[in-house]
T-cell receptor, first 109, second 115 residues
């Protein structure tokens, strides 16, 4: 079983739609959680950290469920510019990041 | 600040050749790392360093060497290139060595093809 798994995608949604991505991780001792965004043929960039209490940044909401070892990302009112691959990232031991395979989102006009 | 820079952007090698991928950062970050990204696999950690003179192996270190003689530079050396090393390579850095400092900054990547 992979350490970090994500919805396989791709997700094709119309502009204005709400879309949710799921991520599960295998190690219950995981320490920190993030969502990164990667545009086509570009480097990953931090989208947001994920906190136990949940957190929101504009149209983006991240949730963490430690008991179920599950992380989610909700995007409301999708824009064309949200089209990208979304990477779930977990820190298991110390400071090394473990990346999920990513979920590709295409927002259609 | 230039952030994290990588050279070259593209490279084609023949099987058995060696080469060095360069990575530099100007943010005075202690932690630097190298990843490879393959379709459907996500980014996998090759080697990392928590400071000058200190390096360690990640998930997929075989066939690669690293060194960290300065805080700024973290080159990745392919010893004898194989077609299985065809990939996109990303260098990254972050400040601090604890979980408090969490955002990694990535370079633009090097696309390597081994024939």
């Amino acid at each position: 079983r992979k350490e970090v798994e994500q919805d396989p995608g791709p997700f094709n949604v119309p502009e204005g739609a709400t879309v949710a991505f799921n991520c599960t991780y295998s190690n219950s001792a995981s320490q920190s959680f993030f969502w990164y965004r990667q545009d086509c043929r570009k480097e990953p960039k931090l989208l947001m950290s994920v906190y136990s209490s949940g957190n929101e940044d504009g149209r983006f909401t991240a949730q963490l469920n430690r008991a179920s070892q599950y992380i989610s990302l909700l995007i409301r009112d999708s824009k064309l510019s949200d089209s990208a691959t979304y990477l779930c990232v977990v820190i298991f031991y110390g400071q090394n990041f473990v990346f999920g395979p990513g979920t590709r989102l295409s927002v259609l006009p | 600040n230039a952030g994290v820079t990588q050279t070259p952007k593209f490279q084609v090698l023949k099987t058995g050749q060696s080469m060095t991928l360069q990575c530099a950062q100007d943010m005075n970050h202690e932690y630097m790392s190298w990843y490879r990204q393959d379709p459907g696999m996500g980014l996998r950690l090759i080697h990392y360093s928590v400071g000058a003179g200190i390096t360690d192996q990640g998930e997929v270190p075989n066939g690669y060497n690293v060194s960290r003689s300065t805080t700024e530079d973290f080159p990745l050396r392919l010893l004898s290139a194989a077609p299985s090393q065809t990939s996109v390579y990303f260098c990254a850095s972050k400040s601090g060595t604890g979980v408090t400092y969490n955002e990694q900054f990535f370079g633009p990547g090097t696309r390597l093809t081994v024939l």
